[in-house]
């Protein structure tokens, strides 16, 4: 009662009645079977997917939408749902219509305004054929829908006991039709009948296919030329009903069972009915006849016609109950998952009848009737029938293929391969049916998806595409391999260290600016960040607040529109901490080749001491693990997307580094905000003499990488010449003094506990004229950068590494003595390593 009987009656239509025996003529009964077989495939096929997904664990409501919706996504779950809601809104208007055109051309008199007749030309059977007012057709059928409709608010319970009262007289006319097919004689009941005879079953085996007027009556002046691929679309109809069952999936007790069984039951039954009415049709009359007589079903009907215009009129009123009752449970359905929030007013709640829903969908039935052209509203159904098949043939062929651990249906019978021929079939009769009507279908689904994708809320129901995702991930992570990355396929993969030097307004998990900087190492925004945060403390009493953290980096890196994912660590201290993410952190080679976070400015500004140490030890870190390193000073003022800069991106080469500087000035330049900017590559000659043959070299090596930047040699006699600014002299100076004291310091205390000399509990050995050398060296560069990058929009160098056995606070003089006066400057290390190549 819960599927058998709502597809059974839904699936024998109006196209049974009044089509068959014409098609049977024009195909003939070889071409007919085939068409039988091939539509039939069609829904089979269909039938043993939708068995498969509803027998893998409960269904709520929503039948094929449910199922849809829970393999492909939400989006395309909602757009071919909509699709179908509006396929079975549409389709109860088309049954009505069949309905009460049949009763008006059995009660002619029953009609209100005039008839129009269609005079019949060039036929062996000269007949008039009339066909009912459109005025008529409107009148009726607006009543007959509003009085379904009545009935569908009564509730399941109500329709379960009303649709036997339509089945019933159906399955009667079904058994007078054969009873008179096999009482029939030559001539009897009416002319053109000749019994079930093997001469009749030899001429219409072959097919005739020619000329009709508008009414299907064979006329060489007609306007119409029917062939195979039109008598698709007028036949398939006649097995659409597939999932009147699972559109009740919300009242039925077990779906796992009913939905299978019920569906394939009802399936295979229609099919065994049409393939045995080919075969007696094609025997029991001659050409002529099936293909004049509209009705030959009634006619040959025992003992009266009258049975098989009830019939006809029942069947076509209880398919469209059926489609009534479905539509608003779908609809229903999809706004309960609340995905769309223009759909809320449709929400209804458990056990409660869709009364907001069943109005809608009468008021689409109703509109569509008052068109009044059942040519135009069927293959619209149709379609909308075919593109839920096709999706139902999807899920289970994307399920079965990836057969992830949860796919275990209990009904066995089912392979991919099935599946896919499956949808390969429903689009190939979309097309054999109505090129123009697919496009408009497949067009409506597609906008349907693009503003839910758009509009809707985003929702994880553990659909195909994201196990999908998930193998093709495994699999691409395994093709990657762990060797070393060939240059033309490096891509920064940056590991963006989130923990400030200092304190960040609260509920702002990562300084603003590290994100904007972070999506300006990505060419048009493609590659993936790995934001890391630290928190002190023991894990096993911090854990949910790490849970937490994370939550709210993951949603402040989606605020930033920055791809990338959010990983929290707990340990001791943060020294600790960034040692296990170093060494741990990514997969294969796709782990993180560059560290990037923020230079401490505040240190000494803030007087806090541990910083130095923990600088240090993070740099000497990724030394250790081969990381790249980028460290932005002047990160406040780093421009956002909005803000264009002008003048040059400048780079102090200083170092080899596998040409990283230089792919950060490439991949800076395809960004909105410095697409103005010129590069400028610094290089320093130690001779005069050796100046012009650098400046060549440099040169073809840039045009080989293609790379435009202008070239500047700077001798090693230059550099000592410059003018020294008494601002950085003054900061010389004062290093000068804190590096002395601080030495000082440590000597007394070496001294006082006679042992060596220690800085941050370790060992040093400080030669105070290598110290001397360092803070020069890095004055005159600090020089050199005021002296020629003063109107830079950034300046790029090369970072120093912390020489050994030297205090950090000592590091950190020369650091700040680098940076002295720059406003942006973005300090890099490579990692020996080759990220561009002159090659093709």
Known sequence: ??????????????????????????????????????????????????????????????????????????????????????????????????????????????????????RVNGTDIAE??????????????????????????????????????????????LLCIFVGIFSARHDRPAVGITGLNLESFKNNWGSSYQMTNNAGIPDPNGKIYWDFNALVGLFFPAVTGIMAGSNRSASLKDTQRSIPVGTLAATLTTTGLYVVSVLLFGAVSTRDKLLTDRLLSATVAWPLPAIVYVGIILSTLGAALQSLTGAPRLLAAI?????????????????????????????????????????????????????????VNLSSFLLDLLDAPSWRPRWKFHHWGLSLVGALLCIVIMFLISWAFTIVSLALASLIYYYVSIKGKAGDWGDGFKSAYFQLALRSLRSLGANQVHPKNWYPIPLVFCRPWGKLPENVPCHPKLADFANCMKKKGRGMSIFVSIIDGDYHERAEDAKAACEQ?????????????????????????????????????????????????????ENLTDIPATFVGIINDCIVANKAVVIVKGLDEWPNEYQRQYGTIDLYWIVRDGGLM?????????????????????????????????????????????????VIVISMKSWEAQGEQQESVEAFSAAQQRVASYLEEMKEQARRDGTPLLADGKPVFVEEQQVEKFLYTTLKLNLMIQKYSRMAAVVLVSLPPPPFNHPASFYMEYMDLLVENVPRLLIVRGYHKDVVTLFT
């Open 553 to 605: 980096l993951s949603t402040y890196i989606e605020y930033k529109q920055c791809e990338g994912v959010a990983e929290i660590v707990v340990a001791p201290n943060m020294s600790e901490g960034f040692r296990g993410i170093v060494q741990t952190m990514g997969l294969g080679n796709l782990k993180p080749n560059i560290i990037v976070m923020r230079y401490p400015e505040i240190w000494r500004r």
């Open 662 to 710: 230089l792919l950060l000035s490439q991949l800076l330049l395809t960004k909105d905000s410095f697409e103005g900017c010129k590069i400028q590559v610094f290089c320093i000659a130690e001779e005069d003499s050796d100046a012009e043959g650098l400046k060549a070299d440099v040169k073809k090596f840039l045009y080989d990488l293609r790379m435009q930047a202008e």
């Open 1 to 118: 009662m819960g599927v058998f009987m709502p597809c059974l009656q839904n699936i024998l239509g109006i196209i049974y009645y009044i089509r068959f025996s014409w098609i049977v003529g024009m195909a003939g009964i070889g071409e007919s079977l085939l068409l039988v077989v091939f539509c039939g495939s069609c829904t089979f096929l269909t039938t043993v997917s939708l068995s498969a997904i509803a027998s893998n664990g409960a269904m709520k409501g929503g039948g094929p939408y449910y199922l849809i919706g829970r393999a492909l996504g939400p989006e395309v779950g909602v757009s071919i749902g909509l699709c179908f809601f509006l396929g079975n809104a549409i389709a109860g208007a088309m049954y009505v219509l069949g309905a009460v055109e049949t009763f008006l051309n059995a009660v002619p008199s029953a009609g209100i305004f005039r008839e129009t007749i269609t």
């Open 335 to 391: 706004a309960n998952d609340d995905i769309l929030p223009v759909l809320n007013y449709f929400k209804v709640a458990d056990g409660h009848e869709p009364h907001v829903a069943t109005l809608f969908t009468a008021f689409i039935c109703i509109g569509c009737v008052v068109i009044g052209n059942l040519d135009l509203v069927s293959p619209t159904s149709t379609m909308f029938y075919l593109v839920c098949y096709a999706g």
């Open 128 to 173: 008039p054929i009339t066909s009912p007012s459109l005025h008529d057709l409107q009148i009726y059928g607006i009543v007959v829908s509003i009085l379904l409709c009545f009935v569908v608010f009564g509730g399941v319970k109500m329709i379960n006991r009303v649709a036997p009262a339509f089945l019933v007289p159906v399955l009667f006319s």
